[in-house]
């Protein structure tokens, strides 16, 4: 894979995504902070009749609450990274999707048929692995590793 001196398109498209991941946690943490108990769990059951948001994490509580903010501030910092074509960022979201597949085998090898074929058909999780594997893909490539070399 050749780089040019551009941003090649696999950066900014990884950089959205994890943009996008940002915003939607930190948006989260600020309306979880406001609503009353009684609101949150009126917004969660909306939020659990659309796709891919049938698990955001609402923040009942102020520990939970800082944890969500920080996720978001330190993916919001990944993103930037990516964008701004950080070796070492690179480098980072290289061992953690190699930790998550890995995990992912571990315990697979654990859990029985059932609870496998369960995970196998969750939409979520099939959309989030083809996701993580192609974005491992990516950056493994020795084209696109020259080209966080070179800034």
């Known amino acids: 894979m050749r780089i040019d001196s551009q941003r090649p398109l ?13 915003a939607i946690l930190l948006l989260s943490a600020l309306v979880s902070y406001y609503p009353s108990a009684a609101q ?14 049938n698990r955001l994490p609402l923040a009942h509580d102020t520990p939970s609450l ?9 993916t919001g910092l990944k993103g930037m990274g ?5 070796s070492w960022v690179r480098i980072l979201i290289l061992l953690d999707l190699a930790g998550r597949f890995g995990d992912f085998l571990l315990a697979a090898s654990m859990i029985d048929h059932k609870e496998l074929d369960g995970l196998l058909h969750n939409p979520d999780f099939i959309v989030g692995f083809i996701l993580n ?3 491992l893909i990516y950056l493994a490539d020795s084209g696109v590793e020259r080209g966080f070399d070179k800034s």
């Not at 990516?82 to 950080?86: C, E, Y």
């Open 10 to 22: 696999g950066v900014k498209i990884i950089a959205g995504v994890l943009f996008l991941e940002s």
């Open 40 to 53: 949150l769990a009126r917004l969660e059951d909306f939020c659990g009749t659309i796709p891919y948001f």
């Open 66 to 74: 800082v944890f969500v903010v920080l996720f978001g501030l330190w």
């Open 82 to 86: 990516i964008w701004l074509m950080w």
């Open 133 to 135: 594997l192609l974005v």
